[in-house]
């Protein structure tokens, strides 16, 4: 009934029909690498620029309330991931998401871990494509830590350190390589601390894959 009355639109572009139109899921279907950021650990991938419409649809789903929009932005990242050379599955042929965890007071307002949901979304789109895939939440990011926005790379390094770790219930099979997920990646400082934590517990993050990259 609810949707009898508001009938979905698009986020990007305000179309009726659907939370994200053909048109600006598009948008999110060209990966390129990342030049900047912890290339030198792991490459980077991103599926847009932080941008526009692009720009739009992410701050709908991570600050505006639009769930809706995990479905077809996991999926994005779904199609994406088994073509990026550098990426890989485990031995059993299972891919193995970690996402990048938010401050604990932001999982509250967005009504929950983001890209927790998102890497959930990801891995059901993959199961479709027919490949394995498991999600691992394996980081967590203790209270204290600020809001990153307009930080610096070394500004962001110093709010994660000793903030930053482990969480044993999501560890995946040890020695497991795996994918690192996020939203947008900026200065590149967050994804060299999760591929420093992880690494010190013996996985390898093989790609860091975002839905966008500032710049």
Not at 59 to 73: H, M, N, Q, T, W
Request: charged share 20%; with cysteine; glycine share 10%.
């Amino acid at each position: 009934m609810l949707e009898l009355l508001l009938p979905a639109t698009c986020a990007g572009c305000g179309a009726p029909g659907a939370a994200c139109c053909p048109d600006c899921v598009a948008l999110f279907s060209r990966p390129e690498r990342v030049a900047r950021g912890p290339t030198r650990a792991a490459p980077v991938y991103a599926l847009a620029r932080y941008r526009d419409t692009a720009r739009r649809l992410v701050l709908s789903y991570k600050e505006r309330g639009r769930r809706d929009l995990a479905v077809p932005l996991g999926g994005a990242l779904a199609a994406a991931l088994p073509y990026l050379p550098e990426a890989q599955p485990d031995a059993d042929g299972t891919w193995w998401l970690v996402p990048v965890p938010s401050r604990p007071v932001a999982s509250r307002t967005r009504g929950g871990p983001h890209l927790r949901r998102l890497a959930r979304t990801c891995a059901a789109a993959m199961a479709v494509q027919g490949q394995a895939a498991a999600v691992a939440p394996a980081l967590l990011l203790a209270t204290g830590a600020k809001d990153a926005v307009g930080l610096s790379r070394d500004q962001r390094a110093a709010n994660l350190a000793g903030r930053l770790r482990l969480d044993p219930r999501g560890l995946p099979p040890p020695g497991t390589p795996v994918v690192l997920l996020d939203d947008v990646i900026t200065t590149g400082a967050t994804a060299a601390a999760c591929i420093a934590t992880l690494a010190g517990a013996g996985y390898r993050v093989e790609v860091v894959l975002t839905l966008t990259a500032a710049g």
